[in-house]
Structures are given as structure tokens and as C-alpha cells.
């Protein structure tokens, strides 16, 4: 069985400033984890202090694009809703220069109508195909040859005669696709995907969807070994159970719940957790750290998960 790639991957608009998502990340990066991906969100979700306010997770992966030298950075995901796909198909391909090709893009139809509301950005009710056309924006403007033109005429996005520069370093960069959706979201995956990401789902039902893109692939005449199938959990562990309860009570939740939901516990059950996802298809884990000034849990994980995988 292939070893598992893991990646941390934070929440900045529950309290971080660029400073600490800096810090995280550059010790992920001494640890040996393959990428650092954070949210893209404007707005603290639940009780609790959500100072120093949020942060705009493309500007954040530029300063660490320029501050970090070998792990991988990304989104999961960024929102169609307040990003618009010229733009940032710009931002994401200067950015994947600025790392020498490091570059990710998660990029998903957005669901937080409240952050939308706080700023001033409209929320339109129906997204997936405003998502769909940005998948074929940003793909299309990378991927015209230098020197040619990019036109593109849809339902939400009109672009004409574009130069489409600049060109990412990497070709292509590779983009995420995630979502529980029965139909739709694995067509997607299978026509625009290098990655299909399941965040937080049923951990009964992760292999029954990875089952509906694998079927979405070949209809769509595409190798379904050809995507990464990843999972993103919560994760909470202690190398013993005081530790591990402090952990949960650092971020508000509660051993018990974790364990069903996340990947959690002792730094065994965590290595079980992932072994248990590599035998149902899943070959890269987005490690959720939710108290990201806990660099020490970034080291447990690492003494004990990443020699067994």
C-alpha cells in the first residue's frame, strides 16, 4: 500500500493573523508535511473571539509562496461567490511563480451566506453554474497557448478577446474538486479535477462516493486511477487522554465526538484512522488543525503518523 500523503490544513477566520499561519506552516514544512492549505472565509463561525479579524487567504499564500520553500500551498476551498475567475486565475498563477510551482487551487460554489452579508458580496442562490463556468474559465485561460486569445461565453461570465497571461509555472496547476453531491459534483471532478476532496463526510460513506467519480470518470472516458481521492477530518490527538482532552477542549469539542467524526484520540488510533481511509481508496488527508498556535500537536502527529505511513 502507497505511503499517505498528509497535509495540514487550518481555518484562519476563527483568530490567526498572518504571523501565525506563517509559523504553522513553516513548521509543517520542517515536519515533512507535503502542503499547507487554509479556508477561504471572512468570517469567525461560532462563539468564541474571532480577533484579529480574517485574513484573504490568496495574499496569505503569497507572503508564505515567498517564506516557505518546499511544501505545497492551497486553498479548500476558495468560493466562486467572491472570487472572480479572470482575477483569479491572475492571482493563482502569480502566486504558483512566486513559490517556483507550489500552487493548489481548491476551488468550490461557496455556501456562507453570512460572511457574504457581513462584506457587502452578493450571494446568489443558485452556484453550481456559476462554479462550473469558473472551472472552465480558469482552466481556459491557462491552458490557451501564449500568444492566442481566450473568448468565453456563458450564463454568468462573458470574457473577450483575452491575452489569458499570466501563465502558471506549473501545467497544469493542479485544481480541487470536492462535495458530497451524488451527480453533478463527480462530473465535475471527472472534467476539470487533478484531486476529488471529500471534507468531513460520514466516514461510512467515503467509499460510496469515491465509487460515484470513479463511474462519473469513465463515462466521461477518463482513467479514474488518473485523480487523487482525499478526505479532510478534524484532527485531535494527545499521547494520552488528559492531553487529548485538552486538545478538544481547545478547540470546543469533546474526545467522544471527535472520535466518531474525526480522526482523533491516541497517536495509535490515529495511525489506525488513516490506515482504515488508504484500505477505502483515499491516498491524501487534509489534517484539520484548529488551534493553530498548538505547534506541539503538529509534532505528535508527525512522530507518529507520518513514520507509519
Known sequence: MAPMDLRIFTEPQQGASYDDQLALAQRAEQLGFSAFFRSDHFL???????????????????????ETSTIRLGTLVSSATFR????????????????????????????FEAEHEAYGIPFPHKRFGLLE???????????????????????????????????????????????GGPKRTPRLAARFAGEYNQSF????????????????????GRDPDSLTYSVAFVACVGKDEAELARRAAAIGRVPAELREHGLAGTPAELVDGLGALAEQGISRVYLQCLDIRDLDHLDLIADTAMASS
Not at 462573458?158 to 462535495?179: E, R, W
Not at 463526510?201 to 466521461?220: D, F, G, H, T
Open 201 to 220: 463526510p460520514e466516514k461510512s460513506i467515503v467509499v460510496e462516493q469515491v465509487n460515484r467519480v470513479r463511474a462519473a470518470c469513465e463515462e466521461a
Open 133 to 179: 463556468e469558473q472551472l472552465e474559465i480558469v482552466t481556459g485561460l491557462w491552458s490557451t497557448p501564449v500568444g492566442e486569445r481566450f473568448d468565453f461565453t456563458g450564463k454568468h461570465y462573458t470574457l473577450t478577446d483575452s491575452p489569458a497571461l499570466p501563465k502558471p509555472v506549473q501545467d497544469p496547476v493542479p485544481i480541487i474538486v470536492g462535495g
Open 44 to 66: 469567525h463561525m461560532g462563539d468564541g473571539d474571532p480577533l484579529p479579524g480574517p485574513t484573504d487567504s490568496w495574499t496569505t499564500l503569497a507572503g508564505l509562496a515567498r
Open 84 to 111: 472572480h475567475p479572470g482575477l483569479l486565475a491572475i492571482q493563482v498563477a502569480q502566486v504558483d511563480a512566486m513559490s517556483g510551482g507550489r500552487v493548489e487551487l481548491g476551488l468550490g460554489a461557496g455556501w
